[in-house]
């Protein structure tokens, strides 16, 4: 089993940044894709970014294209989301998840593991 522990979430005004961490432990595999996924009230979980494994391969979801970055730190097994320039739409519970193998994907049935989440609020 893998587990994925996020932290970083919090309230924030409209403009501000913020930066996500999500550390992965127990199963380790040669190489997985790590991404981020967000859930706002009343609406379906949809993917923020994701990153391949040597960080060759990024998505990002046209909504928060050049505000977020998504990278990683292979030693520390932990991936990042910097988040800046937030908007009010960008409130929601956002998760990491985590699926073996090279290639990226960006729907959420392909991925098997997943942290509890974190809140990230940005006020007007």
């Known amino acids: 089993q893998v587990q994925l522990v996020e932290s970083g979430g919090g309230l924030v005004q409209a403009g501000g940044s913020l930066r996500l961490s999500c550390a992965a432990s127990?199963?380790?595999?040669?190489?997985?894709?790590m991404g981020w996924f967000r859930q706002a009230p009343g609406k379906e979980r949809e993917v923020v970014a994701a990153i391949s494994w040597s960080g060759g391969t990024i998505y990002y979801a046209d909504s928060v294209k050049g505000r977020f970055t998504i990278s990683r730190n292979n030693a520390k097994n932990t991936v990042y989301l910097q988040m800046n320039s937030l908007k009010p739409e960008d409130t929601a519970v956002y998760y990491c998840?985590?699926?073996?193998?090279?290639?990226?994907?960006?729907?959420?049935?392909?991925?098997?593991?997943w942290g509890q989440g974190t809140q990230v609020t940005v006020s007007s």
């Open positions: 127990g199963r380790t595999f040669s190489n997985y894709v």
């Open positions: 998840a985590l699926r073996g193998g090279m290639a990226v994907f960006t729907t959420e049935s392909s991925y098997i593991y």
